[in-house]
């Protein structure tokens, strides 16, 4: 049997077990017209996830309410993100996912600015100040986070582009993932409360129609109008409540917000209002396109890299458990080795980028992103390089980001209950590879979940109780110790690796039949679904690229 015989079988095989209803397989390309609104759809489901960031980030960098630089962060990211995406899609991995900013971040930026020498001065302080005060106050810490998130980033790229990846999955099991993972959104529900209960009948309302839109629903199709050539006018039906009830959810809340601030409902100044940011719109540039270092130069501190460090290792690992799954859903054969190690050093890449811009954030794949392709059945990475080439637009036009920055702060919070706490379940999911009625794997798991918890919330009480004698090792102490996802992840690492169990009890034998990133046979030739776009002729050519752990034409020694 030749070797195309045996890819034929394997790629046969893979569509098989995943099905074969897929719309527009990863190397299909639809017409432009469908692609452009295809397009839009991603870019309205990764839109409201890359806008709740910001809601955390300024208020912790001391920037004010009202201040229009909110409304550039947000530019910036989604700028970052269309850019990034594009190299992924075009040159990295070649999935057809979406890179952008990511929730695994704030953790340690919140640890970091949490040190004494980066909290916020009273209000009355930075009610004194000038502007330009008022600039230099939260640029100083959009500073310190950019270094610290390019410094540590570079560990992604190496690790990557290096192919360490394999090597390093073979201490991270499933019970170093759930609460590496979980802890994120465990840890962040007090940002959560603290905006909800700004107006908790909005928060709940907004809790209840993201419940009822993407859960009881979402099977419901509504109506629209279609017209074709050959067939005239005919009514169709489209999967509304499936695709955008985040974006249903936001605009109704929005929208009665409206109305209860036209008619006074909500007194001057309060949250809930529409109005409360209005400055922030109207003072916004149209058109401003993001640099790099628009914010200052970035700094860098020991304490900022390794904390940040912990949100690096999230998404590495989140990241490549969206891998496989992303190709099951387009009909695509496993994901080889080197796209692996090229798609984990080019996300580390984009958030270097995201670093220098000054986005205060990382890239991470969008999980929102995956299940849309799930749900439209449409895995093009086409697609996907049309909605980064939106999202560049977008960054670049700055009232739209703007915009974003009117939505009422209890709307965000009942967003953020639903959003922290899928992040929660989640990581939780990874559960079902091990197994749960094993006293060791419950040890385990309940120590690493609520061990860090307890020590994160007194340190953030108390940051000023390590004292070594040496500030720099004071600050870096208590930032690692704050993290709770890098305090929670090692713990269950380390214990999980220490103590005695099974293979089977540790869940391994299941987590490694997902988790497929070494080629079972080396003479078998994957698909050129992987291949570069250009220039793999040459590469064919010289052998010396076969020992390149990023490169299409690797060839991995067993």
């Known amino acids: ?35 452009l609104f295809m397009a839009l759809q991603h870019y309205l489901t990764m839109i409201g996830a890359i806008v709740s960031i910001p809601f955390i980030l300024t208020p912790a960098l001391c920037m004010e309410d009202k201040d229009p630089a909110r409304g550039i962060i947000i530019s910036t990211m989604i700028f970052v993100t269309g850019l990034v995406t594009y190299i992924q899609v075009t040159w990295g991995c070649r999935l057809p996912i979406v890179q952008g900013g990511t929730i695994s971040f704030l953790v340690p930026t919140l640890a970091i600015l949490n040190l004494p020498q ?24 959009m500073r310190e986070l950019s270094g610290a998130i390019v410094v540590s980033a570079i560990f992604q790229v190496f690790i990557g582009y290096t192919g360490l990846v394999g090597k390093l999955l073979k201490i991270i099991t499933p019970l170093t993932i759930v609460p590496t993972v979980s802890l994120v959104g465990l840890t962040l529900f007090s940002h959560a409360s603290e905006t909800a209960s700004k107006h908790w009948g909005i928060a709940i309302g907004t809790i209840f129609l993201m419940t009822f839109f993407s859960q009881v629903i979402t099977n419901i199709q509504v109506p629209i109008i279609k017209y074709r050539k050959r067939f005239g006018i005919k009514i169709g039906w489209f999967p509304l409540f499936k695709l955008f009830p985040v974006l249903l959810t936001i605009t109704i809340m929005w929208t009665l917000c ?25 003072d916004a540039a149209w058109f401003r396109v993001p640099y790099p270092g628009q914010f200052g130069t970035p700094t860098v501190t020991l304490a900022g890299v390794l904390g940040m460090l912990a949100g690096v ?20 054969p496993p994901p080889p080795l080197h796209a692996i190690n090229r798609g984990i050093g080019t996300e580390g890449l984009g958030t270097i980028l995201a670093g220098f811009w000054g986005s205060g954030n990382g890239t991470n794949t969008f999980g929102e992103n995956v299940g849309a392709i799930g749900v439209t ?15 560049i637009l977008q960054g670049v036009i700055n009232k739209l980001g703007a915009v974003f920055i009117m939505i009422p702060d209890p709307v965000v919070g009942g967003i953020f209950c639903v959003m922290f706490g899928m992040i929660a379940a989640f990581g939780l999911s990874t559960l079902q590879y091990v197994d749960l009625r094993s006293a060791r794997n ?7 979940i ?34 709770s996802i890098l305090v929670g992840g090692s713990l269950g690492c380390i214990l999980d690796n220490l103590i005695p169990g099974t293979a089977e009890e540790r ?8 988790m497929v990133i070494e080629n079972t046979n080396e003479d078998i030739v994957i698909s050129s679904t992987f291949d570069f776009p250009y220039g793999m002729q040459t590469l064919r050519r010289w052998k010396w690229t076969r020992h390149i752990p990023f490169l299409p034409t690797y060839k991995m020694k067993l």
């Open 377 to 391: 059945k449409v895995g093009s990475r086409r697609v996907i390089q049309w909605a980064a080439l939106i999202m």
């Open 313 to 332: 290792l999230a998404c590495t690992v989140e990241s490549i458990s969206y891998y496989p799954t992303v190709s099951q859903m387009c009909n695509a």
């Open 507 to 514: 869940g391994l034998l299941a987590w490694s039949k997902e």
């Open 258 to 282: 409206f109305v209860l601030t036209a008619f006074n409902v909500f007194p001057e100044s309060h949250p809930a209002r529409t109005d409360v940011r209005i400055k922030v719109l109207e």
């Open 118 to 141: 980066w909290k916020c001065p009273s209000e009355d302080i930075i009610g004194a100040m000038d502007s330009a005060e008022k600039t230099e106050l939260w640029q100083t810490r």
């Open 442 to 448: 419950l040890y385990i798991l309940g120590l690493s």
């Open 450 to 483: 609520f061990f860090p918890l307890v020590l994160c919330l007194w340190l953030k009480d108390h940051p000023d109780f390590i004292q070594t004698g040496n500030e720099t090792l004071d600050s870096t102490l208590t930032v690692l110790l704050s993290t």
């Open 1 to 35: 049997m030749s070797v195309v015989d045996v890819n034929a079988m394997q790629v046969e095989k893979e569509t098989q077990k995943h099905g074969s209803n897929i719309n527009y397989g990863i190397d299909d390309t639809p017409p432009w017209y469908l692609c």
